[in-house]
């Protein structure tokens, strides 16, 4: 199944690499997805501090530009026939005082995948994150379990628990991964996720 998929994080925070690109989870994207765009249309923000948009805006005075990223969005959405756009935080996390993650999936009207953990406390987290979604009349595709935390739930009763809780699909569970090499992901995706409904 060949797909030409594209690769954004609208907004990043960290502390900024010294090589390659200034987010080192752009940089995974990048180098995961094997995509040749710009750094600038990738992340078309950066903010050097562990911190959200908001508090950026606060403690640093650098305004987050969503006319930017929704410009940039759209000029990446002509490169590839599907884009995948990371989130950052929650989907509550503030980029402006009354604008959110939630608010801007909805500017740029994008369906969204829940990515949840196994430790305990997800199923009150993941609740609360599909409620916030439909109260947004954002489309939810399904849940993927981010299987790291081997003291949390189990992952069949956790995929049961959540299916039934949020009526939304479970569309599959990665373990924690050593090998980031191509051939290594494939096969784990392969193995462990719906790809069918999720590049549906």
Known sequence: MDVNVGVMKPFAAGIPQKTGF????????????QVNDPEDLLNPQFFPIPASPYTA?????????????????KKLSKLHSMLLVEGMGGIMTPILKNYFV????????????????????TVNHTIMTCKMCENYKISVKGII???????GY??????????????????????????????SLYRIFKKNLDLKSLLN
């Open 145 to 151: 379990i981010n299987n790291f935390d081997i003291n």
């Open 22 to 33: 200034k987010s080192e989870d752009v940089e995974i994207l990048a180098n995961a997805s």
């Open 102 to 121: 939630t608010d801007l999936i909805k500017s740029m009207n994008l369906e969204t995948i829940i990515v949840t953990r196994t430790k305990v406390g």
């Open 57 to 73: 805006l606060k403690n640093l005075k650098i305004k987050p530009n969503v006319k930017l990223i929704l410009e940039r969005y």
């Open 154 to 183: 189990r992952v069949k009763e956790l995929k049961r628990d959540l299916e039934d809780l949020t009526n939304y699909p479970v569309l599959g569970s990665i373990p924690f991964i050593d090998d980031m090499s191509d051939a």
